[in-house]
């Protein structure tokens, strides 16, 4: 079909054809190929009306830069059009920026007390979904102008993910600054302001392949600031994502996540005064409290 090679015209191949209609990520990542952030949002608010931007940002936007990831490996994403994606997401982050990480009105009216208590198992010294922190329940050392540091891993991508979960973090009363991959290579960590940092959070698209990148860059984060507690975010959740031992111990990490929401829960657990979660992975499964 035509809309098949043509941009612009892949409703027509969804019409006329036998594929199926585009899933809420792939109408993503094609609005944002084409330059429109405003059909992306409407979009957006559509999914927002019976769930929190977390979960928007975890099951729709992370998937959408997984996608772009991977095309970027397959060299089908060529410049121009990747320049006009990260600034179309860029976009779409900021707007959303006014709404909350509260479920709607009807959708906390459907939690079940089941799946309220497996939040609490998953990370028990979180608080709830939306609530705050208050300054005085902060454990000494996040009680500074920006205790978290969200870094990029490796490139752009990843710098979109470490601004929508400093975005989250906001909305839960924990301020953060974003650091680009630049800052933080081998030539310019010296540099790198870890004043008042009680936790760094690295956010990774996740597409497979080496890790070498990584753990070398926990090593400099390490090395910089020894003290400040690392948390790697590996973007975005798969049921068949695992995370073994020896590779948590390569890497050095001291959390591991595979989504946003739980990024958020791992840092509140942190900054809240109460005793320091272990050290462990989290796995999509754990995610959706199975």
Same mark, same amino acid.
């Given at each position: 079909m035509l809309?098949?090679?043509?941009?612009?015209?892949?409703?027509?191949?969804?019409?006329?054809?036998?594929?199926? @209609? =585009?899933?809420?990520? &792939?109408?993503?990542y094609q609005r944002m190929l084409a330059g429109d952030p405003d059909e992306a949002e409407e979009q957006a608010e559509r999914y927002l009306a019976d769930q929190p931007l977390s979960s928007y940002y975890d099951e729709v936007v992370l998937e959408a830069l997984r996608l772009a990831a991977n095309d970027i490996l397959r060299g089908t994403l060529e410049a121009p059009r990747l320049e006009r994606f990260i600034a179309s997401m860029d976009e779409l982050i900021h707007d959303l920026d006014e709404r909350t990480d509260f479920p709607s009105e009807t959708a906390e009216a459907e939690e079940t007390e089941v799946e309220a208590t497996a939040d609490?198992?998953?990370?028990?010294? @979180? =608080?709830?979904?939306? &609530?705050?922190?208050g300054g005085d329940q902060l454990a000494p050392e996040w009680q500074t102008e920006t205790p978290v540091l969200c870094i990029a891993g490796h490139g752009a991508l990843d710098e979109l993910a470490a601004?929508?979960?400093?975005?989250?973090?906001?909305?839960?009363?924990?301020?953060?600054?974003?650091?680009?991959?630049?800052?933080?290579?081998r030539t310019r960590i010296a540099a790198l302001d870890v004043a008042g940092i009680a936790m760094m959070c690295i956010s990774f698209i996740n597409v497979g392949g080496s890790t070498a990148r990584l753990r070398y860059l926990l090593r400099r984060l390490r090395g910089r600031q020894p003290t400040v507690r690392l948390l790697l975010g590996l973007w975005p959740a798969q049921d068949t994502e695992v995370v073994d031992s020896d590779l948590r111990r390569a890497l050095g990490a001291d959390f591991y996540v595979t989504s946003l929401r739980e990024a958020v829960r791992t840092c509140l657990a942190e900054a809240y005064q109460a005793p320091r979660p272990q050290m462990r992975l989290v796995t999509a499964a754990q995610e959706a409290g199975q």
């Amino acid at each position: 079909m035509l809309g098949r090679h043509i941009e612009g015209l892949e409703s027509f191949d969804v019409l006329l054809g036998d594929r199926p @209609a =585009l899933t809420p990520t &792939e109408s993503l990542y094609q609005r944002m190929l084409a330059g429109d952030p405003d059909e992306a949002e409407e979009q957006a608010e559509r999914y927002l009306a019976d769930q929190p931007l977390s979960s928007y940002y975890d099951e729709v936007v992370l998937e959408a830069l997984r996608l772009a990831a991977n095309d970027i490996l397959r060299g089908t994403l060529e410049a121009p059009r990747l320049e006009r994606f990260i600034a179309s997401m860029d976009e779409l982050i900021h707007d959303l920026d006014e709404r909350t990480d509260f479920p709607s009105e009807t959708a906390e009216a459907e939690e079940t007390e089941v799946e309220a208590t497996a939040d609490r198992q998953t990370s028990p010294n @979180a =608080l709830a979904a939306g &609530e705050e922190v208050g300054g005085d329940q902060l454990a000494p050392e996040w009680q500074t102008e920006t205790p978290v540091l969200c870094i990029a891993g490796h490139g752009a991508l990843d710098e979109l993910a470490a601004r929508m979960l400093a975005q989250l973090l906001g909305k839960h009363g924990l301020k953060a600054r974003i650091v680009p991959h630049e800052a933080v290579s081998r030539t310019r960590i010296a540099a790198l302001d870890v004043a008042g940092i009680a936790m760094m959070c690295i956010s990774f698209i996740n597409v497979g392949g080496s890790t070498a990148r990584l753990r070398y860059l926990l090593r400099r984060l390490r090395g910089r600031q020894p003290t400040v507690r690392l948390l790697l975010g590996l973007w975005p959740a798969q049921d068949t994502e695992v995370v073994d031992s020896d590779l948590r111990r390569a890497l050095g990490a001291d959390f591991y996540v595979t989504s946003l929401r739980e990024a958020v829960r791992t840092c509140l657990a942190e900054a809240y005064q109460a005793p320091r979660p272990q050290m462990r992975l989290v796995t999509a499964a754990q995610e959706a409290g199975q």
